[in-house]
């Protein structure tokens, strides 16, 4: 027997709880039994999501399909919308945006540089006919964290123009204050902050929003946001929903109310921060750049003359932790600690150690003990 | 304690091997482990689907994206479709149809008609440019089984022209001879026939429906076919999949392929006649015609003078035993009894006594005793 640690950006860890509740028998989904499950989720992912302006709507699909919906119910063909990317899901953003036939107009940035607020605001200024700004919050390939709070008090001045927030990494690890700070689409997926399996996407639409929704004329049928509002109005779905999944969700979402939203963000900075002074002291080099450090994820360069894939393997089958590699073009150059979810201190712990002896397997000069030592001296100090 | 039985069409109950599969800890969407799970139920689904020829795709959806996927897929706007409609399900894929700017063509049936392969025949020599036909083959809210087999006949003679059926309800229950009988897009829910929880949407594609795709110029992305395509040649998924609801199917996919997908069908129509017989020894009438009943759901008139939603809630709330009542027009007028996927003998006795029990309640006259004694009969001589 090996005892196995998933340490990656999502799928995340499910609470037994939660994978418990979900092999339940099976229930019906037009019964008072379930009308109650739908309504704490609704309930709970507003709390979750910051709001109480905002309905949030719950998919059977996985994040991308609540991605998708954002474009299909904001606009219609040929609108012109900012997608603005430094990463791989910003990419898919403005890929769903061609897909729909919008005018889309790219602000494009490196995988290790932070989307600029300046440069929306000059944006805007210069194309007030602007009908959408599109910003992922948290971009899971580089860890970056862009600010969407600065966004959000920009497109606020532009009434005929939504704020779409991609927070498939960001919601349950970082603040998303979706009325304060005026994010008017926000989307997340299960398999993240939720600590759930993936299947379930959730997003969240502001009155401006919904004001979009009125004029889009895109087609849409399963996304139809307005069909899941009318439906949620009877604590009901308009299509069969995930079953087991929402009941996981209602178990998922007692325990983030018990922990309470702030404590839960506040634990993910400590995590993140353990990890990065963690790696640090290891000698290895983060690779996002320090204006812009989400806590969801945190990447790391592979150190010169070390097989990247080789590192990654030997923590997986030596050691059962598995860890995500790079995406695209950082495939071997470097490895993602996820801490998005369910994880406490002793994972990052054991995280560390894993990463230690792995890297000493592959001949990489060090201090044995320094990167647990570090974190270790976050998690007392953070502790207080 | 009072034991539970759900005899409803959707959500069917769920085996416990597959609900404690369910329950295990989540792991990683890309590693070899999961890409065997992909593998399984690739194979596994084209098994149950009797197709070689076509494709079978996974989504994380319910039925309905996969309805949508059907239609995003094959056409372009403005494209001339013929939609049958005989029940509810029928009327959702020309709402779809209709919101994806398709030249919708009706032939509406009533619930209680099967619809008409001649009628069909006689639609396509009038119009020789339909790009598609549309049937629901098992309707879930009249039970009515449409004969698609005398369809795919006649659609096969119009090389531009696809036929698309909802066999969401058919799947694993009656016969779907995909290859054999010409069905080019084949839809089914993983809360069917396939035994697990809602959440999953698989559909078949067959080459002359890859021929429509490649024409097709309707918006889409999360249920873009090619994607999936791609991406099943790696046995991976383009989007996170639902990986606990894959780690299920794999599961009920064994349970399938021991038990015998020919088996399979002829115990549902064992189950179904004895439903049928059962309920007209109790001076009930069915609702669906002889020319079209399928074996999936058996919808039973309410008899005169006793309210409908009272019988549903005494056979769930006093006995445990929930069958749906009916929908839109039959709403407290029809009761329909699901007896798909993981149903035995003994399942339709009880629902048959708690129906005997509740209809007594209700001062309904009958000889008790005689709706199971007809079952039980049926049983007996079907199972020699």
Redesign the interface.
């Known amino acids: 027997m090996r005892k196995?640690y998933?340490m990656?950006p999502?799928?995340?860890?499910?609470p037994s709880e939660v994978?418990?509740a979900?092999?339940?028998?099976?229930?019906?989904?037009r019964?008072a039994e379930f009308d109650a499950v739908v309504k704490n989720c609704a309930e709970g992912l507003k709390y979750v999501f910051q709001t109480e302006e905002s309905d949030v709507l719950i998919?059977?699909?996985?994040?991308?399909?609540a991605?998708?919906s954002a474009i299909?119910n904001c606009f219609c063909a040929g609108d012109k919308v900012l997608v603005t990317t430094n990463g791989k899901f910003g990419q898919r953003m403005q890929?769903?945006s061609k897909?729909?036939?919008l005018d889309v107009h790219l602000l494009e940035y490196g995988w290790q540089q932070v989307v600029s607020p300046a440069a929306i605001a000059e944006f805007l200024q210069a194309n007030p006919d602007t009908r959408g700004v599109v910003v992922t919050q948290s971009e899971t390939s580089s860890g970056v964290l862009n600010d969407v709070k600065a966004v959000g008090a920009i497109v606020r001045e532009y009434p005929e123009c939504v704020f779409i927030v991609d927070s498939i990494t960001g919601i349950g690890a970082v603040d998303v204050k979706t009325d304060e700070w005026g994010l008017d689409v926000v989307m997340t997926?299960s398999?993240k902050g939720l600590m759930l399996?993936?299947?379930?996407a959730a997003v969240s639409v502001s009155p401006k929003a919904w004001k979009a929704y009125e004029r889009s004329t895109?087609?849409?049928?399963?996304?139809?946001w307005k069909k899941y509002k009318k439906n949620l109005a009877d604590n009901t779905t308009p299509?069969?929903?995930?079953?087991?999944?929402m009941i996981g969700l209602n178990e998922s979402l007692k325990l983030m109310k018990a922990e309470g939203i702030e404590n839960i963000i506040a634990r993910h900075a400590r995590l993140a921060e353990a990890t990065r002074k963690g790696c640090e002291a290891l000698g290895l080099e983060l690779f996002a750049p320090v204006e812009g450090r989400g806590n969801a994820v945190t990447p790391v360069w592979v150190p010169e003359g070390i097989d990247g894939k080789k590192l990654v393997n030997i923590m997986k089958n030596k050691h059962g932790v598995?860890v995500?590699g790079g995406q695209d073009d950082y495939v071997g150059r470097i490895f993602r600690v996820g801490h998005l979810g369910y994880f406490g201190d002793f994972d990052i712990i054991t995280t560390l150690v894993a990463l230690e002896m792995s890297l000493a397997e592959l001949g990489y000069e060090f201090e044995p003990g320094s990167g647990v030592k570090a974190a270790e001296a976050v998690l007392m100090s953070e502790g207080e």
């Open positions: 196995e998933l990656t999502g799928p995340t860890p499910v994978l418990l979900q092999a339940r028998p099976m229930i019906h989904h019964t998919f059977a699909s996985s994040g991308t399909g991605m998708e299909a890929q769903i897909a729909y036939g997926g398999q399996p993936p299947g379930l895109l087609p849409k049928y399963y996304f139809d299509f069969t929903p995930a079953v087991s999944l598995t995500a």
